[in-house]
T-cell receptor
Framework: GAGVSQSPRYKVAKRGQDVALRCDPI?????LFWYQQALGQGPEFLTY????????KSGLPSDRFFAERPEGSVSTLKIQRTQQEDSAVYLC????????????FGQGTRLTVV | DQQVKQNSPSLSVQEGRISILNCDYT??????FLWYKKYPAEGPTFLIS?????DKNEDGRFTVFLNKSAKHLSLHIVPSQPGDSAVYFC???????????FGGGTRLMVKP
């Protein structure tokens, strides 16, 4: 596909469980972003990669959140010991160059922690 | 402290009329502003943008106005169509390529 792909689309986790969310950016895109969108709110920045380098992780809410992009393409957002407040839609976005202003978003993964 | 605010959570407009969505920001370092449109169960899609050195940008039925002194921008859609019904997010960037700061969104409903 030509767009940003995220999997799974939906994930239900029991509190305390670890989860891994995957993002396949548009091929060749240098920049990759993760955002968290709580119900009824706008997306909030989590972390940013330029190729394989994680240049900004200031938005990660706690040390239970970890993201990686080891080969500069696919990225994984991992949440350890999930809590109910982690329930949200997790959006991935990519852009072609580092100086771009327009980001292309995936459909998101809706995480529900029960 | 929300740096980008959309004070109207919803807006209802008749088909064919103008829709005006508003956005306010507090960070004077923002130098680029974007509007994204989001349908249910889909990711946001880019709609239109404006640089801080301009005060207007037009693309078909969509026009974005920027008032830097008031730290205010607006999106005008004219004429509005039922397919425009979606949630609209205002977003801002400082330093190109950096992360987007989003407002809370406005749900637009265009009635036939």
């Amino acid at each position: 596909g030509a767009g940003v792909s995220q999997s799974p689309r939906y994930k239900v986790a029991k509190r305390g469980q670890d989860v891994a969310l995957r993002c396949d950016p548009i091929s060749g895109h240098v920049s990759l972003f993760w955002y968290q969108q709580a119900l009824g709110q706008g997306p909030e920045f989590l972390t940013y990669f330029q190729n394989e380098a994680q240049l900004d992780k200031s938005g990660l809410p706690s040390d239970r959140f970890f993201a990686e992009r080891p080969e500069g393409s696919v990225s994984t957002l991992k949440i350890q010991r999930t809590q109910q407040e982690d329930s949200a839609v997790y959006l991935c976005a990519s852009s072609p160059q580092t100086g771009d202003t327009e980001a292309f978003f995936g459909q998101g993964t809706r995480l529900t922690v029960v | 402290d929300q740096q980008v605010k959309q004070n109207s959570p919803s807006l209802s407009v008749q088909e064919g009329r103008i829709s005006i969505l508003n956005c306010d920001y507090t960070n004077s370092m923002f130098d680029y502003f974007l509007w994204y449109k989001k349908y249910p169960a889909e990711g946001p899609t880019f709609l239109i943008s404006i640089s801080s050195i301009k005060d207007k940008n037009e693309d078909g039925r969509f026009t974005v106005f920027l008032n830097k002194s008031a730290k205010h921008l607006s999106l005008h859609i004219v004429p509005s169509q039922p397919g425009d019904s979606a949630v609209y997010f205002c977003a801002a960037i400082h330093n190109a390529g950096n992360m987007l700061t989003f407002g809370g969104g406005t749900r637009l409903m265009v009635k036939p």
